[in-house]
Structures are given as C-alpha cells and as structure tokens.
C-alpha cells in the first residue's frame, strides 16, 4: 500500500520551506483557540509501533540518487509521544529500514526526536492532524561491506492520529521528509541526503486519559 501511495505522492515535489510554513501557520492558527474541554487534562504518554515505506535518496556509488520505484526501503519503527499541555509536546522515534534494499548491504536507520503539533482547528471528529519537527541522526549502511556512517537528520513532517478508542490510536498516515547535511563532507564533493517516505501505525496510551 505504501508503495502505491508514493505513486500518487512525490513528496520531492514538495519544498521543505512550504511545509515548514504549513506547520508555522498551524501552530499560529491552533494558539489562537479556546482550549477543547477534551485536552484540558494534564500529561500523558503514548507508545506505538509503525511500518514504513522510504525512498533512501542513495542507491550506490557514493552520490545521491533515486533509487527508483522497486528501490523503496521497507521496514519497522517505534514512537513515543509525551503530551506536557496540549500545546507542547514531544514526539521520539526510531525506525529500521532493513527490508527491500535497493542494492545489497545498503539500508537505513533513524533516530529523532523533537516537538509535535496538534492542528486542533482542522480536528474532524476523531481524527486530529499534526505536524512535527524532528532532529536526530541518521545511520547509513553502505552497498557491498563498505561501511557505514552515522549522520545529522534533520526531518519536517505531519500526519493524522485517529483515535479508536480512549487508550487506542491509529496512525495513517505519517508523512516524513528528512535531510542529512553534509553527509559526504571529507569527500571531493559535498552532497545533503534527503530521504522521505510514509509511514502507518497504532499506539496505546500507557499514561494519561483524556
């Protein structure tokens, strides 16, 4: 399915500054709310598993490249999101690209963590877009034993949590834009990475009732 969904959607057609005036003009939008009475309540953390679909932006050879539609890396995550008010939250994730290498050997992994947005002016009854804003690091696994190198991640990105019940959420979809500055710097030619993909979940809220 994710594969499919790329089909439809390039998300390099997509410039990391325009989302990144979405997500300010969200933020802008939501603070000028009155409070829902549902998020009121005090902190609360939520824990979930995902599955991914990623273009990895590397298919061999040391330079940047698509690695073409048969070359989406597939794989697994984990998140965590800690609510302190409805306003200030903090998501953190780990995702392991291993499955459906472009080239043998190469995969990704992702380690990021950073604050995430409600949008609750664009809530729909249960169904409550957000965006983030994550920094971490980034593992690259090169093609054919020759090495790997861990990097700067840097990743705009948003979704919609659908709330199942009061503890369970479905996450679907999460989209994801990530860049790797500098991560050939020491080389004779600098490049930034920049992968992106999409993601699908559920996570069960282990504190906190709302």
């Not at 997500?23 to 009475?37: L, Y």
């Not at 330079?63 to 995550?77: I, K």
């Not at 009854?125 to 190198?149: M, R, V």
């Not at 996450?171 to 710097?185: G, M």
């Amino acid at each position: 399915m994710c594969f499919v969904l790329f089909t439809w959607f390039d998300m390099r057609r997509f410039s990391p500054v325009v989302l990144f005036v979405a997500v300010a003009a969200g933020a802008a939008t939501a603070s000028a709310q009155v409070v829902p009475s549902a998020y009121t309540r005090g902190m609360a953390i939520t824990a979930g598993g995902e599955i991914s679909g990623f273009q990895p932006d590397y298919a061999g050879n040391g330079t940047p490249e698509s690695a073409g539609f048969h070359g989406y890396l597939a794989g697994v995550g984990t998140y965590v999101d800690v609510r302190f008010t409805p306003w200030i939250q903090i998501e953190a994730e780990g995702r392991w690209m291993r499955f459906n290498k472009p080239v043998d050997g190469i995969y990704e992994d992702n380690y990021l963590i950073g604050p995430r947005l409600p949008i609750y002016k664009l809530r729909f009854k249960h169904a409550t877009p957000y965006a983030k804003a994550l920094i971490g690091y980034g593992k690259l696994n090169f093609e054919d034993k020759n090495g790997w190198g861990r990097y700067t991640d840097l990743a705009i990105g948003g979704g919609v949590d659908f709330k199942m019940s009061k503890r369970i959420d479905l996450r679907l979809p999460d989209f994801e834009y990530q860049l790797w500055p500098d991560w050939s710097e020491g080389t004779a030619n600098t490049y930034t990475l920049k992968p992106y993909g999409i993601s699908v979940g559920v996570s069960y809220k282990v504190f906190g009732v709302r």
